[in-house]
C-alpha cells in the first residue's frame, strides 16, 4: 500500500529542529505498519518496541530518564546495535508506559541525534488528561483512514489515482476517466479505508470478508471503551457511539443527547462524548456564529453534528448492505447523504490544520451549508450534494447574506468538475484535491 504520511515522515526525518514524533491514529489505522515500513526505506535498521506486548520494556525508564542507560538497555533487549541517524527507534502503544512518553524530553535535550518515533492507539485520550507532558519538546503528525486517492492506488487504478493529481485546469472530465472513478468510490464507500478492509477487498475481492472486518474493528473499539477511567461512562460512550447513523440519518444533523437516551442531557453524556472525540473515533463539528476568520473564535459550543472516523465503518454500523454498491446512486444518497457527508468530512480534515465548521440560519425556511472550510484567510461554504441534482437554496442564501466576503462557493456532487460564476462543482470523487481545485480557480 501507498500512504501519503510516509512523504511527511521523510520532512521529519531531514529537518534541521526535527524532536521526537508522535503518531497519533486510531486502532488498526496502519500506524505500526507506516513507521516499520518508514524504517525499512529510509534507515539502516528498525528498533521497534511495543509497550503492550512486552511489558517488562515498561521497566527501563521506571527508574531512570538517562537516556543513555535506556539506549543500552534497549539494544541489548533488542538485540542489535541503536546508532544516531542510522536507527529509526519506535516506541509503540506508548500510552501504555507515560514515563516513556516524559523520557522524550530527555532525548530532545540530551540526545538529539537520535531518531525516536512513536505511536499508540488511545494517544489522544491520554494527552487530554493533565500529566507530565514534554512540552514543546516532540513533533506530532496524525493518521487517518486511507484516502480516496490511496485507495484507488492499493486497488491496482493507479492511473486514475495519478489522472486525478494531474488535473491542472477547472474542466469536465472526459468520460474515460469519470465513470470508471464514480464506480471506485461506490466500492470505497463498501470497504472505507481502514488498512485491513482495503486489502481484503484489493487482494481477494471479497465483500463477505470485507464485512467481518470492518465488524470485529467495531467491536474492538467498544472493547476500548473500557479503558476509559470512569467505569459509570463506559456504558454512555458505547450508546453514543451507536447513535451516530441514527444522527446523522436526520435531515437537521446536528447532534441530540436526547437522540443518545430519552431523557439524556448534556452534563451527564459530554465527558463520554470527550473521550470519544480525544480517541479519534469522532469528529466534532461545531456550528460556526459568524463565517469569518478565524473560524475558532466564533464556534457555537452548544450545536455540533458528529461524525465516524471512517465512512465504511458508518455504513457497516449502519447496517447497510455492500449490495446497494450496484443501484446506481443510491449508495451516495442513503441516510440523507449521511455517508457522502461523512466521506468529505474526512477529506477536508485531512487537507485543513483547522477542522470544518457548519453554518446555520433559523426560521422558516431554514438554512444549512454543510461545512465551512478557512485556508489562509478566508472562508469557503462547502455543500455536499449525494447525487447529481445540485439545486440547493442554502448556498445561495449564504452568498446573499455575506455577498462579497465570499470568494468561492463549493459544491461536491456526482456531477462533473465544473466552474459556475464564483461556484465549483467538484466531482464526489475528487475531494482529495479540494485545496489545489481552488488554487487552480484562484489562479485563473
Not at 1 to 27: Q, T
Not at 132 to 155: H, I, Q
Not at 246 to 265: H, I, M
Request: proline share 6%.
Amino acid at each position: 500500500m501507498e500512504r501519503k504520511i510516509l512523504d511527511k515522515f521523510k520532512l521529519w526525518k531531514e529537518s534541521a529542529n526535527r524532536k521526537p514524533l508522535i503518531l497519533g491514529g486510531v486502532r488498526q489505522v496502519g500506524k505500526t505498519w507506516a513507521l516499520k515500513e518508514f524504517g525499512r526505506v529510509c534507515y539502516r535498521n528498525v528498533a521497534y518496541f511495543n509497550f503492550e506486548e512486552r511489558a517488562e520494556y515498561r521497566q527501563f525508564f521506571e527508574t531512570t530518564m538517562d537516556v543513555g542507560r535506556i539506549l543500552r538497555n534497549l539494544s541489548m533487549a533488542g538485540g542489535q546495535p541503536i546508532e544516531p541517524g542510522e536507527t529509526l527507534l519506535v516506541f509503540d502503544e506508548i500510552q501504555d508506559c507515560p514515563e516513556a512518553l516524559t523520557s522524550l524530553k530527555y532525548f530532545f535535550e540530551n540526545a538529539p541525534e537520535y531518531h525516536v518515533a512513536c505511536a499508540g492507539s488511545l494517544l489522544g485520550v491520554m494527552l487530554a488528561r493533565p500529566a507530565s507532558f514534554p512540552v514543546g519538546k516532540v513533533d506530532f503528525l496524525y493518521l487517518n483512514p486511507m484516502t480516496f486517492t490511496e485507495f484507488l492506488a492499493a486497488n491496482e487504478s493507479d492511473n486514475l489515482a495519478e489522472y486525478l493529481e494531474s488535473v491542472d485546469e477547472v474542466a469536465p472530465l472526459p468520460d474515460v476517466f469519470f465513470n470508471p472513478l464514480c464506480e471506485n468510490l461506490k466500492m470505497y464507500f463498501v470497504t472505507g479505508g481502514m488498512p485491513e478492509s482495503v486489502k481484503l477487498w484489493t487482494s481477494r475481492r471479497d465483500v463477505g470478508e470485507v464485512q467481518q472486518s470492518l465488524s470485529n474493528l467495531l467491536n474492538a473499539y467498544e472493547r476500548d471503551f473500557a479503558k476509559h477511567p470512569e467505569r459509570k461512562d463506559v456504558p454512555k460512550i458505547s450508546m453514543i457511539w451507536n447513535s451516530i447513523p441514527s444522527q446523522l440519518a436526520r435531515e437537521n444533523k446536528k447532534f441530540l443527547y436526547r437522540a443518545v437516551k430519552e431523557g439524556a442531557r448534556a452534563r451527564e453524556y459530554e465527558d463520554a462524548l470527550q473521550w470519544l472525540c480525544d480517541s479519534g473515533l469522532a469528529h466534532k463539528t461545531y456550528r460556526s456564529e459568524l463565517p469569518k476568520p478565524p473560524l475558532k473564535a466564533y464556534d457555537d459550543i452548544s450545536a455540533f453534528k458528529i461524525y465516524m472516523v471512517d465512512t465504511g465503518l458508518l455504513r457497516r454500523m449502519a447496517s447497510l448492505d455492500p449490495s446497494v454498491f450496484a443501484e446506481r446512486e443510491r449508495l451516495f444518497l442513503e441516510f440523507n447523504g449521511a455517508l457522502s457527508e461523512n466521506y468529505i468530512l474526512q477529506a477536508l480534515t485531512d487537507q485543513f490544520e483547522l477542522p470544518p465548521r457548519y453554518w446555520t440560519k433559523e426560521g422558516s425556511p431554514r438554512y444549512e451549508v454543510d461545512f465551512l472550510i478557512q485556508r489562509k484567510n478566508a472562508v469557503y461554504p462547502v455543500e455536499v450534494k449525494a447525487g447529481g441534482n445540485v439545486e440547493g437554496r442554502s448556498l445561495k442564501k449564504y452568498a446573499e447574506i455575506y455577498g462579497t466576503d465570499v470568494p468561492l462557493r463549493i459544491r461536491f456532487s456526482l456531477r462533473n468538475l465544473k466552474l459556475d460564476g464564483d461556484t465549483l462543482n467538484i466531482p464526489l470523487f475528487m475531494a482529495d484535491q479540494i485545496d489545489r481545485l481552488i488554487s487552480l480557480c484562484e489562479g485563473r
